[in-house]
T-cell receptor
Framework: DAKTTQPPSMDCAEGRAANLPCNHS???????VYWYRQIHSQGPQYIIH???NNETNEMASLIITEDRKSSTLILPHATLRDTAVYYCIVRAAGGTSYGKLTFGQGTILTVHP | NAGVTQTPKFQVLKTGQSMTLQCAQDMNHNSMYWYRQDPGMGLRLIYYSASEGTTDKGEVPNGYNVSRLNKREFSLRLESAAPSQTSVYFC?????????????FGQGTRLTVV
């Protein structure tokens, strides 16, 4: 699975959009980009995933560049409860990788009043 | 809908003791996983079970054994606990057909080995 690079920490004001970048320059054609978050040592929570098109759900939007070498997770209106560690993960679909997720260090997002 | 349930939530062991961490999911998922998370670090995969009856090693399998008891349950056993196994352990499950599916995590078991 491709390696990802994320900034160690970011700040965001409550009510503003939080834009979390992720670099995955060695991504392969069959690899998906996943985002998870972990709030205060709870179990990680799935946010969103995509292959090459931009995706949106009730939690966030995922913007993947045309060359797929980087992506941005957007929380449109951050709240204090969005303070968490955000993990960007690249994983191949199919084969023997199944649901194995390789977690890096992630980005600590702090939302402040 | 409970999702993924782990027991116990907290445990203190003495070096050399054994214990089994239990995990059960009620989403009819095929695949289940055990991760450990050390302070300030991301999660590392210990073992996984792609489907009932199969198990495979992850990144850090040494010192652990697993059993996929049935489709719902996946247990992790420490035969002889060591202080280096002090960690938070997370169980997860997914449909695991090999396609892009999300994983659901339990709330973790906080294990301290003294």
């Amino acid at each position: 699975d491709a390696k990802t690079t994320q900034p160690p920490s970011m700040d965001c004001a409550e009510g503003r959009a939080a834009n979390l970048p992720c670099n995955h320059s060695t991504i392969s054609g069959n690899e998906y980009v996943y985002w998870y978050r972990q709030i205060h040592s709870q179990g990680p929570q799935y946010i969103i995933h995509g292959l090459k098109n931009n995706e949106t759900n009730e939690m966030a939007s995922l913007i993947i560049t045309e060359d797929r070498k980087s992506s941005t997770l957007i929380l449109p209106h951050a709240t204090l409860r969005d303070t968490a560690v955000y993990y960007c993960i690249v994983r191949a679909a199919g084969g023997t990788s199944y649901g194995k997720l390789t977690f890096g260090q992630g980005t600590i997002l702090t939302v402040h009043p | 809908n409970a999702g993924v349930t782990q027991t116990p939530k907290f445990q203190v062991l003495k070096t050399g003791q054994s214990m089994t961490l239990q995990c059960a999911q009620d989403m009819n998922h095929n695949s289940m996983y055990w991760y450990r998370q050390d302070p300030g670090m991301g999660l590392r995969l210990i073992y996984y079970s792609a489907s009932e009856g199969t198990t495979d090693k992850g990144e850090v399998p040494n010192g652990y054994n697993v059993s996929r008891l049935n489709k719902r349950e996946f247990s992790l056993r420490l035969e002889s606990a060591a202080p280096s196994q002090t960690s938070v352990y997370f169980c997860a499950s997914s449909e695991g057909t090999g396609w892009a599916t999300e994983a659901f995590f339990g709330q973790g078991t906080r294990l301290t080995v003294v």
